[in-house]
């Protein structure tokens, strides 16, 4: 059984009326009649009662007709269906993101890919530090991570969204919490506490921003994520430099404070180079348009 027999049957079906199918169909008449009459022979049943006046559907007529319907719906919807996954417009999108980006960035971007690509599924593993979702990316158990640059392997590719300051995470009972000013000499002497990954950009960005002011943070804790060194810091245990991003994320007995010469941090997407997959195509598509206007900001800045 073709489907051209079935979409042909479908018509004349509706309309009762082999000139009114034709018209619809774009056919000649006497192509249509012969096509129906082929169908039948297949099926070896008479579908339409005929007079010179009247087209009826017999009661195989009937029958067919309720079932033809479900099947063109759903292989209409079969190739809608591809055409969405072919354009990336329908499929699963496995996403990383740092502790951070969780916070201040997935609301925005899931709310942009369920107006842009409202087909498309998510699949969310937050709170990993970039080594780890470039490790996943190149293996290909994650489609696009947000995380913080330098990317660890040649394969993966960066896109730029966002270059935060890192501000100063504070005990409520600091004594630096009364100073209106904060700049990076006033930690010369502060217990540091960092993230324990050995490869955080975090903790090379404070490194490095500390150098610059003449002394090397000493790092007496480390945290396996966010949430634990904002705990530690509350405890009293030492200092974190972290991406403005952390506000995001308020705790009881945590108080944050801009740093006059502090350094900034990148936040970018990231896919591995090469993949054919026109979900990440689509995606990262998406979102770089949407981020455009404050990476242009960012690059004005700069300039």
Same mark, same amino acid.
């Given at each position: 059984?073709? +489907?051209?027999?079935?979409?042909?049957?479908a018509?004349?079906?509706?309309?009762?009326?082999?000139?009114?199918?034709?018209e619809?169909l774009h056919?000649?008449?006497?192509?249509?009649?012969? /096509?129906?009459?082929?169908?039948?022979?297949?099926?070896?049943v008479?579908?339409?009662?005929?007079?010179?006046?009247h087209v009826?559907?017999?009661a195989?007529?009937?029958?067919?007709?309720?079932? /033809?319907?479900?099947?063109?719906?759903?292989?209409?919807?079969?190739?809608?269906?591809?055409?969405?996954i072919?354009?990336?417009?329908?499929? *699963?999108?496995?996403?990383?993101?740092?502790?951070t /980006?969780?916070?201040?960035?997935?609301?925005?971007?899931?709310?942009? +890919?369920? @107006?842009?690509?409202?087909? *498309?599924?998510?699949?969310?593993?937050?709170?990993?530090?970039?080594?780890t @979702?470039c490790?996943?990316?190149?293996? %290909?158990?994650?489609?696009?991570? =947000?995380?913080?640059?330098?990317a660890?392997?040649?394969?993966?590719?960066?896109?730029t969204?966002?270059?935060?300051?890192?501000?100063l995470?504070?005990?409520?009972?600091?004594?630096?919490?009364a100073?209106?000013?904060?700049?990076? $000499?006033?930690?010369?002497?502060e217990p540091?506490?960092?993230?324990?990954?050995?490869?955080?950009?975090?903790?090379?960005?404070v490194?490095r921003?500390?150098?610059?002011?003449?002394?090397?943070?000493h790092?007496?804790?480390a945290a396996p %994520?966010?949430? =634990?060194?904002?705990?530690?810091?509350?405890?009293?245990?030492?200092v /974190?430099?972290?991406?403005?991003?952390v506000?995001?994320?308020?705790?009881?007995?945590?108080?944050f404070?801009?740093?006059?010469?502090?350094?900034?941090?990148?936040?970018?997407?990231?896919?591995?180079r %090469?993949?054919?997959?026109? =979900?990440?195509?689509?995606?990262?598509? =998406?979102?770089?348009?949407?981020y $455009?206007p $404050?990476?242009?900001?960012?690059?004005?800045?700069?300039?």
């Amino acid at each position: 059984m073709e +489907l051209r027999h079935l979409r042909y049957f479908a018509a004349v079906a509706e309309t009762c009326h082999f000139g009114q199918a034709a018209e619809l169909l774009h056919v000649a008449q006497p192509a249509l009649s012969y /096509a129906i009459r082929q169908l039948e022979h297949e099926l070896d049943v008479t579908l339409f009662n005929r007079t010179t006046r009247h087209v009826s559907l017999t009661a195989a007529g009937e029958f067919l007709r309720d079932e /033809a319907a479900r099947i063109l719906d759903g292989v209409d919807e079969a190739q809608r269906g591809v055409r969405r996954i072919a354009a990336g417009h329908s499929g *699963l999108l496995r996403l990383g993101l740092t502790g951070t /980006a969780a916070f201040s960035h997935l609301p925005r971007m899931a709310r942009i +890919l369920r @107006q842009e690509l409202p087909a *498309l599924a998510l699949d969310i593993h937050a709170d990993m530090l970039t080594p780890t @979702q470039c490790e996943r990316l190149g293996t %290909g158990a994650l489609d696009v991570g =947000v995380l913080r640059p330098p990317a660890i392997g040649d394969e993966i590719e960066l896109q730029t969204i966002d270059d935060e300051p890192l501000i100063l995470a504070v005990s409520a009972d600091h004594r630096l919490v009364a100073e209106p000013v904060i700049s990076l $000499a006033d930690l010369r002497s502060e217990p540091f506490i960092g993230y324990s990954g050995q490869d955080s950009a975090v903790n090379d960005t404070v490194v490095r921003a500390c150098r610059r002011a003449g002394f090397v943070p000493h790092r007496e804790h480390a945290a396996p %994520g966010t949430a =634990v060194l904002l705990a530690l810091v509350a405890a009293g245990l030492g200092v /974190a430099m972290v991406p403005a991003s952390v506000r995001a994320l308020p705790l009881h007995g945590v108080v944050f404070r801009d740093i006059l010469d502090g350094a900034s941090i990148e936040l970018a997407l990231a896919w591995r180079r %090469g993949v054919d997959n026109p =979900v990440v195509d689509a995606v990262v598509t =998406v979102l770089s348009a949407a981020y $455009a206007p $404050a990476v242009a900001t960012l690059s004005e800045e700069d300039s």
